[in-house]
């Protein structure tokens, strides 16, 4: 029969190992939490370290990403390959699957990167809805796993923790279960010094399933998950456990946290747990244990390969999952294009972004739209279905004023697969979910950030929901791709860049004010150059105006203007610098020429020196917004065409 | 006897008639939350509209700030001189004091800059917080007011909101409550859309004092407020209100929030309320009735005024409130420079900020330091006492893990005046309080954001600790000082920076990584130049090395290689952009040089362009970090002398 308390004592000899090996590492979460982990693996987790990457998989993550080795200790002991006890022994060292934190390695098991508090969490609502969406398209016969996610007390006094609780106990996830290491104690010491809520009540506020179990209990555990499973409700299971328990000396103890270890600790331990074996030495027996738990797996996953092979929806179903562009999805954007340049008026281009996501709807149905309460000035519901606790195969879900959820959801739901996750909201509020953007940057994850209300072309709500400094802060980010396109094809062409990409986010600031269509141009996806001369290339020229977004109107007609007074003006739209910056140096000399440059946009000049010499001026913000109309603000702040006339004259000495 | 309906209904009419004199603006809280506002300011509020900045007063706080126009009404009701109905009529036009979100103006009453959900609930801790220190320091004779902030559904749904529940209650803070304007509606329409929670519940878990009444009835709203304040606990009140009640076409809805008002929407509410009067006509007797109720305020300042002039901590009082440093300020700086150059050995800037800190408890006094659980890495708080339930006088609060709270309660604390904030964890957990911070550089609140674990020094906790980025994104956020310190000394000429500044907020990005002393240098504060040579400046030169933090120590060290090779390398310490920005052209010129520039951070090179010429090369990241020890970093990265003198050699083709 198996022993679960063994596979336990396992998992935390194989953390104490890797630990003492390293010389470092947080030991509290893998000892603490090896009998919650055991159980759920012997039992109840459906999962094939065989094909790690298995689409109808549970979902594991270890939302307090510092107990790293809980999860590293978990993937080897249940045969994932790579996480090898020599990747063990290289715990935190470059190069190591078995880095610090984890990070994303779905080939071993690693199914997302954590670390960042509440994260993960976060992430995990968005797996379970995303496991519910496919569910409600292809039937639980392809799709019906659960998602569960060991959280520690760091993750639930995140504000995005709540978001995450609140959220899925509307959603009804009834098959995400949260398995809380509730040991006391946090970095500073007792939790006491910083919380006194009652955790469980806060869960059952939000409508959630709450058990309490002795976490070094395995017979109440394994209850416990069962009764989870049951219920239609998200489960919270408030584990009591012991910090670092096996450790005599710090068992229970604020150091039980990550106080660096000594030999003695472990002869200790293997005393107090009757562990009578060498460093990262496992018995056969107990991997013999390990092995067997995994079965269930193994038979799940022949099971379901027999219905995929028989179910008629299973070729769409591997599209999905492939994250593959439909066949006629070029035809779709084409039509799209043509679409976006009927249009004569000047338009919003957050409105132009929702005709293309309402005009995907039928060509790429694995969109998966998330808007946190902004649903009409964003506009990108339109056909779309609400998803809801009772809606499974709506593309749409209503998040709610919770941003950083709705990021973190993004990254969850590109990382489960099978989706493609489109999030809405407005620029300025991007910096609520910056935490969650930035995993999905370092996850390299594709996720579509589409953010409305670029600028002070947002108008008179003033100054706090007007970004200036918001682009550059992304701008800076690695891997992501930012875009503000400057009219609806620029926003067609950013679309379709951004379904293309594969190996990393993309934003799109868009404007709330309208935006007049660029002069007619050529088939080609000039916004996938990141910059391109929108007057005739070949012109001669004494300047170059380079803008972004609406501001490549004010520059037009700043041409139009210098024109009259003989100066012949170029002017360049750079939607993107990161896809302009791959360019070939000959295009971008060409592109920006060697004339003297004027930049152009609706924001500060910080970054823009990347493009501009000492000696060139800007035509921008150069502190915070303010409230009044837009078309007042833009005169205020000088971001006119009259001025940037103005100070190319001034530039030229003419 | 005092009308409070017709108070009530006067609010209703300014935000109509202003709304309607704008052609835009939110009617729905103004409308919802009048009986709740005109009930606070009749019965309990104390206050004083002649002297608006009186220590003593309630705080108020609008969260739910897109409802301005109840912030204002109120304002011009009570008798806020710059709040006049003329202001009224500018509502969202350029340089009004009432702007679309309330933004800050003390003396006109205006508290705090809100509209980004979640943050005034926030602020509005931080400000209680603040109330009971000081009621600690200098007793309720001095020191005993409430903080009142309203609040919609948004700011509750937001993580923030959650967090500001959960310390509030842990802390107690028994004159802090908020008036939830519980009106089932967002911008989406119902909150059924994304809200199933029992909120209420939620703040009972959390400790709170949670009462139900009916919004719009008024004795039951005073019986309410007063039991709140005999209550010791924070309390809720949940008031159940009819949105933009008072027009027939809207009450009730989603149009409610903000849909456009036509003049029938005027005549139907007058109807409905019994109103007969012009446009901002608000009759005598009402204005009266305002009057006389603001009187308790006036007379409270009498007494308090009375107290002071015979309190033996009046100097000190008023020296606090005022933000001034004290007289031997300057000594206890001398002395702290002078003991931080008698470190010969490396120390970590991260420790050299916790000795300033330290050794400021007993000068500034003021200093209020807040950290969300990283007590031991960052090490802040050493002789200081904890802010807790029953101690008020403590100068350090354990914030839990809730670094968004925890911005803006600096925010709150330095709005309320009278302490000086410092707010302390890892640089990468910035993002998380990034929106909080924001609010400060808007605000131009003097507050101290200290960071530390300032890059891949952090070692082998890995990319999603190690900030690469998020320098550049706060050196692109206006009005914020970022200083990265590179050893000691700079460390506490930055503190002394920081402290000197009144007119908004300083970053510090510190290190883990031990810091090796520059070369001793003059006694003045090199660090207020921005940048300065570290090398003789009148040194000739062949290349200019220009570092921030631990890299002018590497920059250092290549400069010795390079001697050996005869490449004369002028070393320039970069400790904040900003500050060199503000010096002139001269200086700027001559340490900058003539000569060919390398620029080196353990960070990406976005934003350096404003420093090195297109051919000048950056010796730094070029994407996220990785999990391993410190050293091994910096090597693996390139970041080394080695590195940093071959790439000059490189550059002069030498």
Not at 112 to 129: D, E, H, S
Not at 288 to 305: F, K, L, P, S
Not at 359 to 386: F, M
Request: proline share 6%; glycine share 8%; with cysteine.
């Amino acid at each position: 029969m198996t022993d679960i308390q063994s596979m336990a004592n396992a998992i935390r000899f194989l953390a104490l190992d890797s630990i003492l090996n390293a010389g470092e590492g947080h030991q509290g979460v893998p000892l603490g939490m090896a009998e919650i982990a055991a159980t759920l693996y012997a039992r109840h987790l459906k999962a094939n370290p065989d094909d790690p990457q298995w689409h109808d998989r549970d979902r594991v993550v270890l939302s307090n990403g510092h107990g790293s080795l809980l999860l590293y200790s978990l993937l080897n002991l249940s045969g994932y390959k790579p996480v090898t006890v020599e990747a063990l022994k290289t715990f935190r060292r470059l190069g190591s699957v078995c880095a610090g934190h984890p990070e994303i390695e779905q080939h071993a098991g690693i199914e997302i990167t954590t670390g960042m508090l509440g994260q993960g969490i976060a992430c995990a609502v968005g797996m379970a809805v995303a496991e519910s969406r496919l569910a409600g398209e292809f039937g639980d016969d392809l799709v019906d796993h659960r998602t569960w996610a060991f959280v520690g007390d760091g993750c639930l006094q995140e504000g995005v923790g709540q978001e995450a609780i609140s959220l899925a106990g509307h959603l009804r996830l009834g098959k995400l279960t949260f398995l809380w290491d509730d040991n006391q104690i946090t970095d500073d010491g007792s939790t006491d010094l910083a919380l006194s809520e009652n955790v469980p009540a806060r869960f059952r506020a939000a409508g959630w399933q709450v058990q309490s179990v002795d976490g070094h209990d395995i017979e109440a555990i394994s209850k416990a998950l069962d009764a989870a499973k049951a219920d239609p409700r998200p489960s919270l299971l408030a584990c009591h456990t012991t910090i670092a328990r096996g450790i005599p000396r710090l068992q229970g103890q604020r150091g039980g946290h990550s106080a660096p270890l000594v030999p003695q600790d472990r002869v200790e331990a293997c005393k107090m747990l009757g562990w009578n074996h060498g460093a990262f030495d496992i018995p056969d027996s107990i991997r013999a244990d390990w092995h067997t738990a995994m079965d269930r797996g193994r038979v799940a996953q022949a099971d379901w390969q027999q219905r995929l092979s028989t179910a008629p929806t299973a070729v769409e179903f591997q599209r999905w999952q492939a994250g593959d562009l439909p066949q006629f999805h070029a035809t779709t954007m084409a039509a799209l294009k043509a679409a976006s340049v009927a249009h004569d008026a000047p338009r919003p281009t957050i409105l132009s972004s929702g005709d293309v996501c309402d005009g995907l709807n039928t060509d790429l149905p694995e969109l998966q739209v998330l808007c946190a309460d902004l649903e009409a000035p964003t506009d990108h519901k339109r056909s779309r279905r609400a998803f809801s606790a009772t809606v499974q195969n709506g593309s749409y879900v209503h998040c709610g004023v919770r941003e950083h959820l709705m990021g973190a959801m993004a990254c969850g739901i590109a990382a489960h697969g099978g989706l493609r996750p489109v999030n809405v909201t407005y620029l300025a509020f991007a910096d609520y979910e910056r935490p969650a953007m930035r995993m999905a940057a370092l996850m390299g994850l594709p996720a579509l950030f589409a953010f409305s209300h670029d600028s002070i072309g947002v108008g008179s709500n003033g100054p706090t929901h007007q970004p200036v400094e918001i682009l550059a802060s992304f701008r800076s980010m690695p891997n992501f791709h930012v875009f503000r396109p400057a009219d609806a094809l620029e926003t067609v062409e950013a679309w379709e860049l951004a379904m293309a990409r594969r190996d990393g986010p993309c934003l799109f600031a868009l404007s709330r004010q309208p935006a007049a269509p660029l002069p007619v141009r050529s088939g080609e996806n000039l916004t996938a150059k990141g910059a391109y001369l929108v007057s005739p290339p070949d012109e001669q020229r004494d300047i170059t105006l380079i803008a972004t977004g609406t501001e490549v109107g004010v520059a037009l007609d700043a041409r139009t203007k210098l024109k009259a007074s003989g100066i012949r003006a170029a002017v360049v739209s750079m939607p993107s610098w990161e896809l302009f910056a791959a360019q070939p140096d000959a295009y971008r000399a060409d592109v920006l020429g060697t004339v003297p440059r004027i930049g152009i946009e609706a924001a500060l000049r910080f970054g823009w020196d990347r493009w501009l010499r000492p000696d060139d001026p800007f035509v921008g913000m150069t502190g915070f917004g303010a409230s009044d109309k837009s078309e007042t603000l833009y005169a205020h702040f000088g971001i006119t065409a009259d001025n940037v006339a103005q100070v190319a004259r001034d530039r030229l000495s003419v």
